[in-house]
C-alpha cells in the first residue's frame, strides 16, 4: 500500500538556486512578462519557480519544449512526472494541476529529496496537535475544517476562535492518540516530524488518511511550507496571498536596508517570568534568526542545544559581552501577544511591565540607554511572525523604518490572514509602547 505522507521542514532548499531572480516570458505579440522565482514552492510542474502552478507554467513549458537552444538552468521544477525529460507528458500533468484533476506529483520534502504524492489532498476533516498548526490551517481559509484538536488549543485560545466545529478536544498538548484519529475520521494531519508513531498506523488503518509532518525547530522559510499544503488542498490563492504579503515585506526590507550595514544582535528567549541568573539565546536554525537575517547576524554558538536550537548562559555572560559579542537585543517574551488573561487579551499595558523588568535585568550596563535593549513578542515558529519584522526593523534602524508601518503590517496579517479579528494596538502585548 502506498503511504501518504507529505514530509516537510521549512527548510531552504538548496536545487532552488534560482530563487529571487527574474525570469522574463514572452506574452502575445511583443508584449514581455516578468515573473519573480522566489523558491517557496518547490513542486515538479512549477516549471518558473514562482509561487504558484498555473498556466505560467504552461506557456513557459510549451515554449521550451519548442526551442531547445534555451537555457533551463534557471528552472529546477520543469520535469513534472520525473521521466527525466520535457515533453507535452510534463505539460498534461501542469494543466491537471490548474483544473484540479487527479495526478502524482513530485514535491522536495524536509530531507531534500524528491517525493511522489497523490493530488490533491482532501481536507474536510482536519486535526491538529499544536496553535503552530492551527495557525498555518487558517491561514489557508481551512480552520473550520478542524475536528481533532488539543485542549490546549480549545481552552488557551478560546477568546480568539469560534472553535463549535471542533469535535474531539484531547488532554494534552501534543498528539492524539490513534484512536483518536481513526474514530474521528480525520483526512488530513498535521504533525511534529516525530509523532510518526501516532500517525503512520492511522494511515495504515485508512490509506485515505494524508498527513504532512513539520520539523518545527529546523526550518527557515515559513512561507514553503503554506504553499506546499496550499496547493495540494486547493487553497492555492490564499496560499499566493500569504507568499505576496511576505514578499512584500521582504522587497520593504531590503530596500530600507540598501547603504546599511547590518547590526550584531542577541536574539533572548523570555518565558512567563523574567528572572536574573540566566539567559537564553536562539540559534541558527530557529526560524527567528531566519527572519532577521536581512537585518542583522543573530549570536550563534556550536554548544546550543540539538533539541531546539537555544544556549544559555548566565546573566554576567551578557553583561560582559555587550559591544563584543552583541551591540543589541532583542528579547522575545513568549506568553504575550494573543495570550488569554481573564478571559480576554493580554494588554499593552501586561507588556510595557515586562519591559520595564527587562531594563532591571540590564541595569549595570548601557545598553537601554544606547537605545539597543529592544522587545517583541514571540515571533519563532509562528506564520505570523513575518508580520513583526518591519517594526524590528524600526526598532534596529528607526531612521530607516517607521514606527507606523511596523504597526501596520502586523495588522494587516491579523485583517486578512486569520479569522481572529484582532486590535493590534489594544489587544495583545506585542512591542514596547512605552514613551
Not at 325 to 348: L, R, S, W
Request: glycine share 6%; aromatic share 12%; proline share 3%.
Amino acid at each position: 500500500m502506498d503511504k501518504k505522507i507529505i514530509a516537510i521542514a521549512i527548510v531552504a532548499i538548496l536545487v532552488v538556486a534560482a530563487a529571487a531572480t527574474a525570469i522574463i516570458l514572452m506574452g502575445n505579440g511583443s508584449q514581455e512578462k516578468t515573473v519573480k522565482a522566489t523558491g517557496n514552492l518547490p513542486v515538479y510542474g512549477n516549471a518558473n519557480n514562482d509561487d504558484a502552478i498555473d498556466k505560467k507554467d504552461v506557456d513557459l513549458m510549451e515554449k521550451l519544449i519548442k526551442d531547445s537552444s534555451i537555457d533551463r538552468s534557471p528552472y529546477p521544477f520543469l520535469d513534472a512526472n520525473q521521466d527525466g525529460k520535457l515533453d507535452s507528458a510534463d505539460v498534461e500533468i501542469v494543466k491537471k494541476v490548474i483544473n484540479k484533476q487527479k495526478c502524482d506529483l513530485y514535491y522536495v520534502n524536509f530531507e531534500d529529496k524528491v517525493t511522489k504524492q497523490s493530488f490533491p489532498v482532501k481536507a474536510d476533516r482536519i486535526c491538529v496537535n499544536r496553535y503552530f498548526f492551527a495557525e498555518a490551517v487558517d491561514i489557508l481559509g481551512l480552520f473550520d475544517k478542524i475536528v481533532l484538536a488539543p485542549k490546549k488549543l480549545t481552552e488557551d485560545r478560546s477568546h480568539m476562535y469560534d472553535m463549535s466545529h471542533i469535535e474531539t478536544a484531547y488532554e494534552g498538548g501534543k498528539a492524539p492518540t490513534t484512536e483518536l484519529i481513526l474514530e474521528n475520521k480525520v483526512d488530513l494531519i498535521i504533525a511534529d516530524s516525530w509523532d510518526g508513531s501516532v500517525c503512520e498506523p492511522a494511515m495504515e488503518a485508512d490509506p485515505k488518511i494524508n498527513t504532512f509532518y513539520v520539523d518545527i525547530y529546523s526550518y527557515g522559510n515559513l512561507v514553503k511550507f503554506i504553499e506546499i499544503i496550499g496547493l495540494f488542498v486547493g487553497a492555492n490563492e490564499r496560499a499566493a496571498a500569504y507568499a505576496n504579503f511576505v514578499n512584500g515585506i521582504n522587497d520593504y526590507i531590503d530596500e530600507g536596508m540598501k547603504g546599511l550595514t547590518k547590526k550584531k544582535i542577541a536574539i533572548t528567549y523570555l518565558g512567563s517570568t523574567i528572572t536574573a541568573g540566566n539567559t537564553t539565546m536562539e540559534c541558527a536554525p530557529c526560524s527567528s534568526t531566519y527572519l532577521v537575517s536581512k537585518l542583522a547576524d543573530a549570536y550563534y554558538s556550536d554548544d546550543k542545544s540539538s533539541r531546539n536550537n537555544r544556549y544559555t548562559v548566565e546573566d554576567e555572560w551578557m553583561l560582559k559581552n555587550y559591544k563584543i559579542e552583541y551591540d543589541a537585543i532583542i528579547a522575545m517574551h513568549e506568553y504575550t501577544d494573543t495570550t488569554k488573561v481573564n478571559g480576554t487579551y493580554y494588554t499593552p499595558t501586561m507588556f510595557n511591565d515586562r519591559c520595564d523588568q527587562l531594563d532591571q535585568k540590564y541595569s549595570a550596563i548601557s545598553i537601554k540607554n544606547d537605545g539597543n535593549l529592544h522587545s517583541a513578542s514571540f515571533f519563532s515558529i509562528t506564520f505570523g511572525s513575518y508580520a513583526h519584522i518591519p517594526m524590528i526593523a524600526h526598532m534596529l534602524f528607526p531612521e530607516k523604518f517607521s514606527e507606523e508601518k511596523g504597526w501596520d503590517y502586523l495588522q494587516e496579517y491579523w485583517s486578512n490572514f486569520s479569522s481572529a479579528k484582532i486590535d493590534v494596538r489594544t489587544q495583545g502585548g506585542w512591542f514596547d509602547t512605552r514613551a
